[in-house]
Protein backbone atom coordinates (compact mmCIF):
# COMPACT_ATOMS: atom_id res chain seq x y z
CA UNK A 1 0.00 0.00 0.00
CA UNK A 2 2.85 2.37 0.79
CA UNK A 3 4.56 1.95 -2.40
CA UNK A 4 0.75 2.49 -4.30
CA UNK A 5 0.84 5.56 -2.59
CA UNK A 6 4.39 6.79 -3.75
CA UNK A 7 3.54 5.65 -7.19
CA UNK A 8 0.32 7.80 -7.30
CA UNK A 9 1.87 11.11 -5.58
CA UNK A 10 5.18 10.88 -7.92
CA UNK A 11 2.86 10.30 -10.85
CA UNK A 12 0.64 13.25 -10.33
CA UNK A 13 3.67 15.39 -9.43
CA UNK A 14 4.79 14.17 -13.14
CA UNK A 15 2.28 14.91 -14.85
CA UNK A 16 2.76 18.22 -16.18
CA UNK A 17 6.46 17.43 -17.48
CA UNK A 18 6.92 14.25 -18.15
CA UNK A 19 3.94 12.34 -19.67
CA UNK A 20 3.16 13.36 -22.76
CA UNK A 21 4.63 16.08 -25.73
CA UNK A 22 2.16 18.22 -26.15
CA UNK A 23 3.16 21.94 -24.69
CA UNK A 24 6.79 21.45 -25.39
CA UNK A 25 8.02 23.53 -27.93
CA UNK A 26 9.06 21.75 -31.12
CA UNK A 27 10.90 22.28 -34.91
CA UNK A 28 8.19 23.14 -36.89
CA UNK A 29 9.64 20.98 -39.53
CA UNK A 30 9.70 18.22 -37.37
CA UNK A 31 5.97 18.28 -36.07
CA UNK A 32 3.08 15.98 -37.67
CA UNK A 33 0.41 17.44 -39.12
CA UNK A 34 -2.75 15.92 -41.07
CA UNK A 35 -2.87 15.54 -45.19
CA UNK A 36 -3.97 18.75 -46.65
CA UNK A 37 -7.01 18.05 -49.16
CA UNK A 38 -8.15 14.56 -47.63
CA UNK A 39 -11.95 13.34 -48.20
CA UNK A 40 -13.36 10.93 -46.35
CA UNK A 41 -14.58 8.00 -48.44
CA UNK A 42 -16.76 5.91 -46.26
CA UNK A 43 -14.52 6.90 -43.87
CA UNK A 44 -14.86 8.16 -39.75
CA UNK A 45 -11.57 9.75 -39.39
CA UNK A 46 -7.76 9.73 -40.68
CA UNK A 47 -5.63 7.50 -39.66
CA UNK A 48 -2.92 7.98 -42.16
CA UNK A 49 0.32 9.03 -40.85
CA UNK A 50 0.16 13.09 -40.45
CA UNK A 51 2.42 15.31 -42.72
CA UNK A 52 3.90 18.64 -41.63
CA UNK A 53 1.97 21.03 -43.92
CA UNK A 54 2.51 24.64 -42.97
CA UNK A 55 4.67 27.56 -44.50
CA UNK A 56 7.29 26.65 -41.98
CA UNK A 57 9.84 29.78 -40.43
CA UNK A 58 8.27 29.83 -37.05
CA UNK A 59 10.98 29.94 -34.40
CA UNK A 60 8.55 28.84 -31.18
CA UNK A 61 5.98 26.30 -32.04
CA UNK A 62 3.49 24.73 -29.16
CA UNK A 63 1.57 21.76 -30.28
CA UNK A 64 -1.37 20.83 -28.77
CA UNK A 65 -2.31 16.88 -30.09
CA UNK A 66 -6.02 15.66 -29.72
CA UNK A 67 -5.80 13.04 -32.40
CA UNK A 68 -6.88 10.89 -29.42
CA UNK A 69 -6.46 9.97 -25.60
CA UNK A 70 -4.17 6.72 -27.62
CA UNK A 71 -1.42 9.33 -28.21
CA UNK A 72 -0.10 9.45 -23.95
CA UNK A 73 3.01 8.52 -22.88
CA UNK A 74 3.79 7.05 -19.65
CA UNK A 75 5.41 9.32 -17.37
CA UNK A 76 9.01 9.01 -14.59
CA UNK A 77 6.34 7.18 -12.38
CA UNK A 78 4.72 4.67 -14.89
CA UNK A 79 7.92 4.16 -16.02
CA UNK A 80 9.53 3.51 -12.60
CA UNK A 81 6.49 1.28 -11.68
CA UNK A 82 7.61 -0.94 -14.85
CA UNK A 83 11.16 -1.02 -14.36
CA UNK A 84 10.65 -2.29 -11.14
CA UNK A 85 7.31 -4.66 -11.70
CA UNK A 86 8.21 -8.25 -10.13
CA UNK A 87 7.52 -10.73 -13.51
CA UNK A 88 7.23 -13.83 -13.96
CA UNK A 89 5.86 -16.46 -17.17
CA UNK A 90 2.00 -15.27 -17.65
CA UNK A 91 0.95 -18.04 -19.97
CA UNK A 92 1.87 -20.01 -16.83
CA UNK A 93 0.10 -17.63 -14.54
CA UNK A 94 3.06 -16.88 -12.76
CA UNK A 95 3.20 -13.44 -13.07
CA UNK A 96 2.35 -11.45 -9.88
CA UNK A 97 1.88 -8.23 -10.92
CA UNK A 98 -0.40 -9.43 -14.05
CA UNK A 99 -2.08 -11.44 -11.28
CA UNK A 100 -2.88 -8.81 -8.79
CA UNK A 101 -3.51 -6.45 -11.92
CA UNK A 102 -6.08 -8.72 -12.93
CA UNK A 103 -7.62 -8.92 -9.20
CA UNK A 104 -7.66 -4.96 -8.81
CA UNK A 105 -9.58 -4.52 -11.96
CA UNK A 106 -12.35 -7.58 -11.40
CA UNK A 107 -12.86 -5.84 -7.75
CA UNK A 108 -12.97 -2.52 -9.34
CA UNK A 109 -15.54 -3.87 -11.86
CA UNK A 110 -18.00 -5.86 -9.71
CA UNK A 111 -17.02 -8.89 -11.40
CA UNK A 112 -15.55 -12.44 -10.61
CA UNK A 113 -12.55 -12.50 -12.33
CA UNK A 114 -10.35 -10.39 -15.17
CA UNK A 115 -7.50 -10.96 -17.90
CA UNK A 116 -5.27 -8.69 -19.27
CA UNK A 117 -5.26 -8.92 -22.59
CA UNK A 118 -2.46 -6.60 -25.75
CA UNK A 119 -5.43 -4.50 -27.04
CA UNK A 120 -9.46 -3.72 -26.85
CA UNK A 121 -9.69 -5.53 -30.56
CA UNK A 122 -8.65 -8.29 -28.84
CA UNK A 123 -10.35 -8.27 -25.92
CA UNK A 124 -13.67 -7.59 -28.05
CA UNK A 125 -12.80 -10.03 -30.07
CA UNK A 126 -12.15 -12.91 -27.64
CA UNK A 127 -15.12 -11.73 -25.81
CA UNK A 128 -16.98 -12.86 -28.86
CA UNK A 129 -15.82 -16.17 -29.18
CA UNK A 130 -16.38 -16.74 -25.42
CA UNK A 131 -19.70 -16.03 -26.08
CA UNK A 132 -20.47 -17.41 -28.93
CA UNK A 133 -18.96 -20.86 -29.20
CA UNK A 134 -21.36 -22.28 -32.10
CA UNK A 135 -21.07 -21.69 -35.81
CA UNK A 136 -24.48 -20.36 -35.92
CA UNK A 137 -23.99 -18.10 -33.14
CA UNK A 138 -25.16 -14.20 -33.88
CA UNK A 139 -24.00 -10.46 -32.32
CA UNK A 140 -25.97 -7.82 -32.06
CA UNK A 141 -24.52 -4.65 -32.64
CA UNK A 142 -25.11 -1.02 -33.11
CA UNK A 143 -24.36 0.32 -36.94
CA UNK A 144 -21.82 2.74 -35.48
CA UNK A 145 -20.10 0.53 -32.93
CA UNK A 146 -16.13 0.61 -32.68
CA UNK A 147 -16.65 -3.34 -32.69
CA UNK A 148 -18.33 -3.43 -36.11
CA UNK A 149 -16.65 -0.57 -38.13
CA UNK A 150 -13.13 -0.12 -36.78
CA UNK A 151 -11.80 -3.68 -35.46
CA UNK A 152 -11.88 -5.25 -39.42
CA UNK A 153 -14.75 -7.06 -38.88
CA UNK A 154 -13.03 -9.63 -36.85
CA UNK A 155 -15.96 -11.55 -35.51
CA UNK A 156 -16.80 -12.93 -39.28
CA UNK A 157 -13.34 -13.16 -40.28
CA UNK A 158 -11.27 -14.72 -37.27
CA UNK A 159 -14.36 -15.84 -34.85
CA UNK A 160 -16.48 -17.07 -37.92
CA UNK A 161 -19.62 -15.24 -36.14
CA UNK A 162 -22.10 -13.16 -37.89
CA UNK A 163 -23.49 -9.65 -36.80
CA UNK A 164 -26.74 -8.05 -37.40
CA UNK A 165 -26.85 -4.26 -36.66
CA UNK A 166 -29.19 -2.16 -34.66
CA UNK A 167 -29.35 1.70 -35.40
CA UNK A 168 -27.03 3.80 -33.15
CA UNK A 169 -29.11 6.46 -32.19
CA UNK A 170 -27.02 10.08 -31.54
CA UNK A 171 -26.67 9.15 -27.33
CA UNK A 172 -25.08 6.20 -28.23
CA UNK A 173 -28.22 3.70 -27.22
CA UNK A 174 -30.33 2.04 -29.40
CA UNK A 175 -34.44 1.60 -29.65
CA UNK A 176 -35.34 -1.25 -27.87
CA UNK A 177 -38.49 -2.03 -29.62
CA UNK A 178 -35.39 -1.95 -32.57
CA UNK A 179 -33.17 -4.07 -30.53
CA UNK A 180 -36.06 -6.65 -29.73
CA UNK A 181 -36.95 -7.51 -33.62
CA UNK A 182 -33.63 -8.17 -34.18
CA UNK A 183 -33.23 -11.14 -32.00
CA UNK A 184 -34.30 -14.33 -33.10
CA UNK A 185 -37.04 -16.21 -32.06
CA UNK A 186 -37.54 -19.40 -34.14
CA UNK A 187 -34.00 -21.36 -33.46
CA UNK A 188 -33.57 -24.13 -34.10
CA UNK A 189 -35.10 -23.51 -37.37
CA UNK A 190 -32.13 -24.55 -39.92
CA UNK A 191 -32.28 -21.36 -41.89
CA UNK A 192 -31.37 -18.54 -39.13
CA UNK A 193 -28.22 -18.16 -36.87
CA UNK A 194 -29.20 -18.32 -33.60
CA UNK A 195 -28.62 -15.00 -31.23
CA UNK A 196 -26.15 -15.28 -28.18
CA UNK A 197 -25.14 -11.99 -27.65
CA UNK A 198 -25.72 -8.05 -27.68
CA UNK A 199 -22.81 -5.85 -27.78
CA UNK A 200 -23.26 -2.02 -26.17
CA UNK A 201 -20.51 0.60 -25.96
CA UNK A 202 -19.43 2.93 -23.37
CA UNK A 203 -18.74 5.73 -23.64
CA UNK A 204 -19.57 5.98 -27.79
CA UNK A 205 -16.68 6.72 -29.87
CA UNK A 206 -17.98 7.94 -33.27
CA UNK A 207 -21.72 9.67 -31.34
CA UNK A 208 -18.57 11.85 -30.04
CA UNK A 209 -18.28 10.16 -25.83
CA UNK A 210 -21.32 10.01 -25.24
CA UNK A 211 -22.57 8.19 -21.91
CA UNK A 212 -24.97 5.24 -22.06
CA UNK A 213 -27.77 5.93 -19.55
CA UNK A 214 -28.56 3.47 -16.82
CA UNK A 215 -31.96 3.33 -17.33
CA UNK A 216 -30.89 2.36 -20.68
CA UNK A 217 -28.50 -0.61 -19.56
CA UNK A 218 -31.18 -1.62 -16.86
CA UNK A 219 -33.41 -2.09 -20.06
CA UNK A 220 -31.24 -3.74 -22.62
CA UNK A 221 -30.39 -6.28 -19.51
CA UNK A 222 -33.73 -7.39 -18.89
CA UNK A 223 -34.26 -7.62 -22.94
CA UNK A 224 -31.26 -10.12 -22.81
CA UNK A 225 -32.29 -11.88 -19.64
CA UNK A 226 -35.95 -12.57 -21.43
CA UNK A 227 -34.77 -14.20 -24.58
CA UNK A 228 -31.58 -15.89 -22.77
CA UNK A 229 -28.90 -13.74 -24.02
CA UNK A 230 -25.81 -12.54 -22.97
CA UNK A 231 -24.69 -8.89 -22.85
CA UNK A 232 -21.23 -7.51 -23.31
CA UNK A 233 -19.82 -4.13 -23.44
CA UNK A 234 -16.92 -2.38 -25.44
CA UNK A 235 -16.46 -0.34 -22.32
CA UNK A 236 -12.72 0.92 -23.64
CA UNK A 237 -13.76 4.34 -21.99
CA UNK A 238 -16.05 2.95 -19.37
CA UNK A 239 -14.14 4.79 -16.96
CA UNK A 240 -14.82 8.53 -18.74
CA UNK A 241 -18.15 7.15 -17.92
CA UNK A 242 -18.62 6.40 -14.60
CA UNK A 243 -16.60 9.49 -13.97
CA UNK A 244 -19.15 10.78 -15.54
CA UNK A 245 -22.16 10.20 -13.77
CA UNK A 246 -20.25 10.23 -10.63
CA UNK A 247 -20.95 6.31 -10.01
CA UNK A 248 -18.68 3.32 -9.54
CA UNK A 249 -17.64 1.04 -12.53
CA UNK A 250 -19.59 -1.64 -11.06
CA UNK A 251 -22.70 0.30 -11.00
CA UNK A 252 -22.55 0.45 -14.85
CA UNK A 253 -21.05 -2.97 -15.40
CA UNK A 254 -23.99 -4.42 -12.85
CA UNK A 255 -26.10 -4.43 -15.97
CA UNK A 256 -23.25 -6.28 -18.41
CA UNK A 257 -22.01 -10.22 -18.86
CA UNK A 258 -18.68 -9.32 -19.40
CA UNK A 259 -16.52 -6.02 -20.42
CA UNK A 260 -13.57 -4.71 -21.76
CA UNK A 261 -12.19 -1.50 -20.41
CA UNK A 262 -8.86 -0.08 -22.21
CA UNK A 263 -5.98 0.85 -19.68
CA UNK A 264 -3.69 2.93 -22.62
CA UNK A 265 -6.24 5.54 -23.68
CA UNK A 266 -7.40 7.93 -21.02
CA UNK A 267 -5.77 6.16 -17.69
CA UNK A 268 -2.25 6.52 -19.40
CA UNK A 269 -1.07 3.10 -19.82
CA UNK A 270 1.40 2.45 -23.08
CA UNK A 271 -0.88 -1.12 -23.51
CA UNK A 272 -3.42 -3.05 -22.32
CA UNK A 273 -7.00 -3.78 -22.07
CA UNK A 274 -8.74 -5.86 -19.06
CA UNK A 275 -11.29 -8.18 -20.32
CA UNK A 276 -13.89 -9.20 -17.55
CA UNK A 277 -16.75 -11.89 -16.37
CA UNK A 278 -17.60 -14.48 -14.32
CA UNK A 279 -15.00 -17.00 -13.86
CA UNK A 280 -15.88 -19.58 -16.19
CA UNK A 281 -16.22 -16.65 -19.21
CA UNK A 282 -12.78 -15.75 -18.02
CA UNK A 283 -11.80 -19.23 -18.09
CA UNK A 284 -12.46 -19.93 -21.77
CA UNK A 285 -11.11 -16.30 -22.59
CA UNK A 286 -7.82 -17.13 -21.65
CA UNK A 287 -7.67 -20.21 -23.92
CA UNK A 288 -9.13 -17.80 -27.00
CA UNK A 289 -6.64 -14.82 -26.11
CA UNK A 290 -4.05 -18.18 -26.35
CA UNK A 291 -4.87 -18.95 -29.92
CA UNK A 292 -4.86 -15.38 -30.94
CA UNK A 293 -1.23 -14.94 -30.12
CA UNK A 294 -2.32 -13.14 -27.32
CA UNK A 295 -0.49 -14.99 -24.57
CA UNK A 296 2.83 -12.63 -23.37
CA UNK A 297 5.21 -14.04 -20.99
CA UNK A 298 6.60 -11.76 -18.60
CA UNK A 299 3.91 -9.65 -18.96
CA UNK A 300 4.34 -7.76 -15.56
CA UNK A 301 6.16 -5.03 -16.78
CA UNK A 302 3.10 -3.82 -18.73
CA UNK A 303 0.80 -4.55 -15.91
CA UNK A 304 2.53 -2.37 -13.54
CA UNK A 305 1.39 0.47 -15.33
CA UNK A 306 -2.11 -0.79 -15.82
CA UNK A 307 -2.00 -1.09 -12.52
CA UNK A 308 -1.15 2.46 -11.51
CA UNK A 309 -3.78 3.75 -14.31
CA UNK A 310 -6.35 2.04 -12.58
CA UNK A 311 -5.57 2.89 -9.26
CA UNK A 312 -4.28 6.86 -9.35
CA UNK A 313 -5.60 7.82 -12.91
CA UNK A 314 -9.58 7.56 -12.77
CA UNK A 315 -9.88 10.62 -10.93
CA UNK A 316 -8.59 12.88 -13.02
CA UNK A 317 -10.60 12.28 -16.31
CA UNK A 318 -12.60 14.70 -15.05
CA UNK A 319 -10.24 17.14 -15.98
CA UNK A 320 -10.21 16.21 -19.54
CA UNK A 321 -14.21 16.54 -19.50
CA UNK A 322 -14.28 20.09 -18.04
CA UNK A 323 -11.46 20.85 -20.58
CA UNK A 324 -13.46 19.22 -23.72
CA UNK A 325 -16.69 21.73 -22.69
CA UNK A 326 -14.25 24.32 -22.09
CA UNK A 327 -13.46 24.16 -26.07
CA UNK A 328 -16.60 23.38 -26.86
CA UNK A 329 -18.14 26.73 -25.41
CA UNK A 330 -15.10 28.28 -27.11
CA UNK A 331 -16.66 27.12 -30.44
CA UNK A 332 -19.87 28.08 -29.53
CA UNK A 333 -18.87 32.01 -28.28
CA UNK A 334 -16.60 32.17 -31.22
CA UNK A 335 -16.97 35.35 -33.53
CA UNK A 336 -17.48 34.66 -36.44
CA UNK A 337 -20.28 32.02 -35.68
CA UNK A 338 -18.37 29.45 -38.06
CA UNK A 339 -19.25 26.12 -35.71
CA UNK A 340 -21.61 23.89 -34.55
CA UNK A 341 -22.00 22.23 -31.68
CA UNK A 342 -24.70 20.91 -28.82
CA UNK A 343 -22.66 21.17 -25.40
CA UNK A 344 -25.22 19.28 -23.67
CA UNK A 345 -23.67 16.42 -25.88
CA UNK A 346 -20.27 16.89 -24.73
CA UNK A 347 -20.33 14.65 -21.52
CA UNK A 348 -16.74 13.73 -21.65
CA UNK A 349 -13.17 13.96 -23.36
CA UNK A 350 -14.63 13.75 -26.78
CA UNK A 351 -16.25 16.22 -28.78
CA UNK A 352 -17.23 16.15 -32.29
CA UNK A 353 -18.54 19.48 -34.04
CA UNK A 354 -19.24 20.90 -37.47
CA UNK A 355 -18.33 23.40 -39.79
CA UNK A 356 -21.43 25.80 -40.93
CA UNK A 357 -19.44 27.52 -43.27
CA UNK A 358 -19.69 24.48 -46.50
CA UNK A 359 -16.96 26.51 -48.47
CA UNK A 360 -14.43 24.98 -45.36
CA UNK A 361 -14.07 21.17 -45.19
CA UNK A 362 -13.94 19.80 -42.29
CA UNK A 363 -10.23 18.46 -43.79
CA UNK A 364 -9.07 22.13 -44.74
CA UNK A 365 -10.29 23.67 -41.19
CA UNK A 366 -7.69 20.49 -39.24
CA UNK A 367 -5.14 21.47 -41.99
CA UNK A 368 -5.19 24.94 -40.82
CA UNK A 369 -5.65 24.06 -37.85
CA UNK A 370 -2.28 21.68 -37.92
CA UNK A 371 -0.26 24.38 -39.65
CA UNK A 372 1.52 27.71 -38.77
CA UNK A 373 -0.42 30.14 -40.38
CA UNK A 374 1.08 33.45 -41.99
CA UNK A 375 1.25 36.12 -39.14
CA UNK A 376 0.43 33.67 -36.28
CA UNK A 377 3.37 34.44 -34.39
CA UNK A 378 2.48 38.34 -34.99
CA UNK A 379 -0.87 37.94 -33.20
CA UNK A 380 -0.51 35.17 -30.81
CA UNK A 381 3.19 35.38 -29.86
CA UNK A 382 4.09 31.74 -31.15
CA UNK A 383 3.05 29.25 -33.58
CA UNK A 384 0.34 26.72 -32.52
CA UNK A 385 -0.36 23.44 -34.10
CA UNK A 386 -3.70 21.95 -32.99
CA UNK A 387 -3.52 18.23 -34.45
CA UNK A 388 -7.15 16.89 -35.08
CA UNK A 389 -9.03 14.49 -37.50
CA UNK A 390 -12.17 15.25 -39.76
CA UNK A 391 -14.19 12.77 -38.69
CA UNK A 392 -17.46 11.12 -39.16
CA UNK A 393 -20.40 12.56 -40.67
CA UNK A 394 -18.97 15.82 -41.69
CA UNK A 395 -18.03 16.59 -38.59
CA UNK A 396 -14.51 17.50 -36.84
CA UNK A 397 -13.07 14.99 -33.50
CA UNK A 398 -11.10 16.24 -31.09
CA UNK A 399 -9.97 14.08 -27.91
CA UNK A 400 -8.93 15.38 -24.35
CA UNK A 401 -6.18 13.54 -22.65
CA UNK A 402 -4.06 13.84 -19.40
CA UNK A 403 -1.23 15.09 -22.14
CA UNK A 404 -3.42 18.65 -22.02
CA UNK A 405 -3.74 20.66 -19.81
CA UNK A 406 -6.10 23.70 -19.30
CA UNK A 407 -3.55 25.49 -20.53
CA UNK A 408 -3.02 23.80 -23.83
CA UNK A 409 -7.00 24.22 -24.12
CA UNK A 410 -6.50 27.97 -24.13
CA UNK A 411 -4.05 27.86 -26.88
CA UNK A 412 -6.07 25.44 -28.98
CA UNK A 413 -8.96 27.87 -28.51
CA UNK A 414 -7.07 30.60 -29.81
CA UNK A 415 -5.52 28.95 -32.59
CA UNK A 416 -9.41 28.46 -33.65
CA UNK A 417 -10.42 31.62 -32.91
CA UNK A 418 -6.99 32.94 -35.53
CA UNK A 419 -8.42 30.27 -38.13
CA UNK A 420 -11.56 31.09 -38.28
CA UNK A 421 -10.96 35.22 -38.33
CA UNK A 422 -9.00 34.52 -40.98
CA UNK A 423 -11.43 32.34 -42.62
CA UNK A 424 -14.21 35.14 -42.35
CA UNK A 425 -11.37 37.71 -43.43
CA UNK A 426 -10.89 35.65 -46.57
CA UNK A 427 -14.54 35.50 -47.31
CA UNK A 428 -15.04 39.43 -47.02
CA UNK A 429 -11.89 39.91 -49.61
CA UNK A 430 -13.18 37.77 -52.05
Known amino acids: ?36 GWIPVRGYYNSAKPRYAGPGGATHVRVVDLRSDTVTKPGPAMRQAMAEAEVGDDVMGEDPTVNELQEVAADMFGMEAALFVPSGTMSNLIAVMAHCRERDDEIIVGDLSHLHIYEQGGSAQLAGVHS ?126 KALGGGMRQAGILAAAGKLSLQCMVGRLEEDHRNAKAFAQALLDCDPNLFAVDIATVETNILRFHLQDPSLSPSEFCARMAQVGEGEEAALGQGIQVLMYPHFGNSVRAVWHLGISPEDTQLAIQKMQFVASQHAEKIRTK
Open 164 to 289: VTVTTLPDGTFNLEQLESKIRHNYPDPHYPRSRLICVENTHNIQGGRVLPLAFLQEVRALADRYGLSVHMDGARVMNAAVAQGVTPSTILQHTDTVSVCLSKGLGAPVGTMLAGSQDFISRALRCR
Open 1 to 36: MQSTTFSCRFLFQFLSRGVVGPGKPLRAQNALHPVL
